[in-house]
């Protein structure tokens, strides 16, 4: 069974900087596509960032030029790095694992992004 565990979350001033981590555990050697969501209040979850096994990356426009997706497959874990973090940022981010049959979610983590 798969597990996802998503770390780095907290509260951060607007135009400051976070690291989110999503460690995968019981995938084995295997490494599958990966992406970051978020859902802040009252709002549907929304996708922000697709990284496939080879690296290659995609994101959601409100994330471009400032979050970088990445991934260290010998750790199976996945990154957000997330910069120039503004209010509307503030949400619990998600990291989600694309399996071959399912779908894995991590539980989340809370980002807060207030003066």
């Known amino acids: 069974q798969v597990q996802l565990v998503e770390s780095g979350g907290g509260l951060v001033q607007p135009g400051g900087s976070l690291r989110l981590s999503c460690a995968a555990s019981?995938?084995?050697?295997?490494?599958?596509?990966m992406q970051w969501y978020r859902q802040a209040p009252g709002k549907q979850r929304e996708l922000v960032a697709h990284?496939?096994?080879?690296?290659?990356?995609q994101y959601a426009e409100s994330a471009k030029g400032r979050f970088t997706i990445s991934r260290a497959n010998a750790k199976n874990t996945a990154y957000l790095q997330m910069n120039s973090l503004k209010p509307e940022d503030t949400a619990v981010y998600y990291c989600?694992?694309?399996?071959?049959?399912?779908?894995?979610w991590g539980q989340g983590t809370q980002v807060t992004v207030s003066s």
């Open positions: 019981g995938s084995g050697s295997s490494v599958y596509p």
């Open positions: 990284i496939t096994i080879t690296g290659t990356t």
């Open positions: 989600r694992l694309l399996g071959v049959r399912s779908d894995y």
